[in-house]
């Protein structure tokens, strides 16, 4: 585990932009998340529908309002979360956060465009995500849209310290 | 006698009156310009001047409390630059020589903070990495970029460092 934190000097990263491999591990991690969360949501609805009707229920026989609930359900999964705090959750397991062009917290405005045009970025082929590898300020087309930028919120160089406090501690024991 | 009282008064004052024209006639600038200050200097013993000097007497004499107080210490701090000072620290050394490590390391020794740790860290370098290689393969140099939103970090730094996950 040791071997995980940088045994150089670690400048700190806090406000700096949040690169393409971070950011995409964070999503995967929310995709997860929000999948995990909704199939849990439609099984305790399945059941408790059941539970008070007493008839068999499944929501494989009601696609397009599965769909429809799904929908919505990302839509408030990621909106919530980006007006809430400026992250979700696979965005702070990683470290990063989403804030306006000029650094300052992102509101619900914001929240809400970038949700609603981060599949935009998926439709083109995924070429609205290119912007994240070639642009200065890693803009994904969402970004530009909704006029944020992703940042880590990590503090590297705490980091370190703990790092070198649980090296210093365990050669002592 | 009663004439020679008289006679040094009046001695007196025509000495203070002849002494008063010549001072008055005598262009000091033009005096002071032919002196060689140097000449005269280099003719002082400073050192056997010193020596001669009680130092410690005069340290005595010097009321050390009411000078601090006249002392404007909040301005001496503002004037002090903390985040260069904390720069210069070896933190690395610091935590080596103190017991800091150990309260660090009981105050955020979970396993998940570890793996959190590890996981952004390895996350950081593979995008400094893939960063690294895409600014190669456009044949350019980021090195004037800003590295982040000016509210978060400010004025961009000349030439940002890819420290983590170099290795």
Redesign the interface.
């Known amino acids: 585990m040791a071997s995980g934190v940088p045994d150089e000097p670690v400048e700190g990263r806090q406000g700096h932009y949040a690169g393409a491999v971070t950011r995409l591990v964070a999503f995967g991690a929310d995709v997860g998340a929000s999948w995990g969360l909704f199939t849990v949501g439609a099984a305790a609805l399945t059941f408790s529908i059941q539970l008070v009707t007493g008839a068999k229920f499944s929501l494989t026989g009601h696609q397009l309002a599965s769909l429809i609930a799904l929908a919505v359900w990302e839509f408030l999964y990621f909106a919530y979360q980006w007006s809430l705090g400026g992250k979700t959750i696979g965005m702070a397991v990683l470290g990063i956060r989403v804030v306006r062009t000029d650094g300052m917290p992102i509101g619900p405005r914001q929240a809400v465009v970038r949700t609603l045009t981060l599949p935009l970025s998926f439709l083109l082929l995924g070429l609205g995500f290119i912007g994240i590898l070639l642009n200065r300020d890693r803009h994904a087309l969402h970004d530009r849209l909704a006029g944020t930028v992703v940042v880590y919120s990590w503090d590297a160089r705490a980091a370190r310290l703990r790092w070198l406090a649980r090296q210093d501690t365990g050669a002592a024991a | 006698m009663p004439g020679t009282g008289r006679l040094e008064q009046l001695a007196q004052a025509v000495a203070e009156r002849v002494v008063t024209l010549v001072l008055d006639s005598i262009d000091m600038d033009e005096l002071l310009s032919r002196v060689d200050v140097d000449a005269i200097v280099s003719k002082v013993d400073v050192d056997g001047l010193i020596d001669r000097v009680d130092v410690d007497k005069i340290i005595d004499r010097v009321d050390v409390e009411k000078i601090i107080d006249r002392v404007d210490v909040e301005k001496i701090i503002d004037r002090v630059d903390v985040k260069k000072i904390i720069d210069q620290v070896d933190?690395?050394a610091l935590?080596?020589q103190t017991e800091?490590?150990?309260?660090?390391?009981r105050s955020?020794?979970g396993v998940a903070?570890?793996?959190?740790?590890?996981?952004?860290?390895?996350?950081?370098?593979?995008?400094?990495f893939?960063?690294r290689w895409?600014n190669r393969v456009?044949r350019r140099s980021?090195t004037d970029?800003?590295?982040?939103?000016?509210?978060?970090?400010g004025q961009p730094p000349p030439a940002?460092?890819l420290?983590?996950?170099?290795?």
């Open positions: 933190i690395d935590i080596e800091l490590g150990t309260i660090i390391a955020t020794s903070s570890e793996v959190l740790d590890v996981v952004r860290a390895q996350g950081v370098g593979l995008d400094d893939i960063a895409v456009l980021s970029w800003p590295v982040g939103p000016p509210a978060l970090v940002p460092e420290t983590t996950g170099d290795r």
